[in-house]
């Protein structure tokens, strides 16, 4: 065989090898793509059944409820113009409240409750997802002042 020959097909395998590994990260990279939806981008139908993905919104006050050993709880995500009831089995964050920005990990139940598997809650009182934030905002309800969420300290 040729020196040009074999260098040609080192070539055309090295260009192979790189294609798979392309494959293999790509594929990858899809599996571990979690979306943001919105509870009203959910009730509307646009968020997926059989997939992971996350909700945001302000945990609606007086929805908090603890089931039976108390680890297990329910709560509603409202973007103020629609809500969804979430299920969680967990300790919450210390920072989990009523009237505030939470977001949760998970999947649609048939039923329309969201089953989480994490529960994330905002780290000060400023912060908000900036997709819940931006959410809110589309459905009209200013966000990022401080009073909307010292009701819930009261």
């Known amino acids: 065989m040729k020196a040009r020959h074999r260098r040609l097909l080192w070539i055309v395998g090295g260009l192979a090898a790189l294609a798979v590994a392309a494959t293999f990260v790509t594929n990858a990279f899809r599996s571990n793509l979690v979306f943001f939806f919105t509870p009203t981008q959910i009730v509307d139908g646009e968020?997926?059944?059989?997939k992971t993905f996350r909700i945001g919104g302000l945990v609606e006050p007086d929805s908090l409820q603890r089931i039976g050993d108390g680890t297990t709880v329910t709560f509603r995500v409202t973007d103020n113009a629609k809500t969804i009831l979430v299920a969680y089995t967990g300790i919450l964050p210390d920072l989990f409240k009523e009237g505030r920005g939470v977001v949760a990990q998970g999947t649609l139940q048939p039923d329309g409750t969201f089953k989480a598997r994490e529960v994330l809650a905002k780290?000060?009182?400023?912060y908000m997802p900036p997709e819940a934030a931006e959410a809110l905002r589309r459905a009209g309800h200013p966000v990022g002042s401080p009073s909307q969420f010292q009701q819930a300290d009261r």
């Open 123 to 126: 780290h000060d009182e400023n």
């Open 47 to 50: 968020a997926p059944t059989n």
